[in-house]
């Protein structure tokens, strides 16, 4: 049978022998089962709200066997607004992730690419002048802020 309930709450429960249901209570304090677990997100969110609801009774359970629209209110669909925009909260800060790591990875090439090229340009530089170790760190100083300075220069 079709019964149209306001639902003051939804909690899922476990039974004697184990199995999992969502008891239902509206707001006259009369419980519904629902064994069917499909269901229980629309139950959850219809809470505070009207649904139509198909409903089988077994001796003194009322069991939800069925769930069909909830009533029209003025904010008709609020879990799935706030899950839209959830989602485009996470697409929004995984962006950013991916932006500041692009960025990271660049800033790391440019600093391996110079430290690399700056030795390679010193020792030759060098060669066959026998430096000492600060002539030799000074020569990669200079030309690894030298390439730094022309990377962006296009």
Same mark, same amino acid.
């Given at each position: 049978?079709?019964?149209?309930?306001?639902?003051?709450?939804?909690?899922?429960?476990?039974?004697?022998?184990?199995?999992?249901?969502?008891?239902?209570?509206?707001?006259?304090? *009369?419980?519904?089962?629902?064994?069917?677990?499909?269901?229980?997100?629309?139950? $959850?969110?219809?809470?505070?709200?009207?649904?139509?609801?198909?409903?089988?009774?077994?001796?003194?359970?009322? *069991?939800?066997?069925?769930?069909?629209?909830?009533?029209?209110?003025?904010?008709?669909?609020?879990?799935?607004? %706030?899950?839209?925009?959830?989602?485009? +909260?996470?697409?929004?800060?995984? +962006?950013?992730?991916?932006? $500041?790591?692009?960025?990271?990875?660049?800033?790391?090439?440019?600093?391996?690419?110079?430290?690399?090229?700056?030795?390679?340009?010193? %020792? %030759?530089?060098?060669?066959?002048?026998?430096?000492?170790?600060? +002539?030799?760190?000074? $020569?990669?100083?200079?030309?690894?802020?030298?390439?730094? +300075?022309?990377?962006?220069?296009?």
């Amino acid at each position: 049978m079709k019964q149209t309930i306001t639902i003051a709450s939804a909690e899922v429960k476990t039974s004697k022998t184990g199995k999992k249901y969502m008891e239902v209570k509206d707001y006259e304090n *009369n419980k519904y089962s629902c064994w069917e677990d499909i269901l229980w997100m629309e139950l $959850e969110q219809a809470q505070g709200k009207e649904i139509e609801l198909e409903i089988t009774q077994s001796g003194n359970y009322k *069991n939800i066997v069925g769930a069909g629209t909830m009533m029209p209110t003025d904010n008709y669909f609020p879990a799935k607004n %706030t899950r839209s925009k959830q989602i485009a +909260q996470a697409m929004d800060r995984k +962006q950013d992730f991916i932006k $500041e790591s692009q960025g990271s990875k660049e800033l790391g090439i440019k600093i391996s690419s110079t430290a690399r090229d700056s030795v390679l340009i010193a %020792t %030759t530089i060098l060669q066959g002048k026998n430096p000492n170790e600060i +002539q030799m760190k000074n $020569e990669i100083v200079k030309w690894r802020e030298w390439l730094l +300075q022309q990377w962006d220069i296009r």
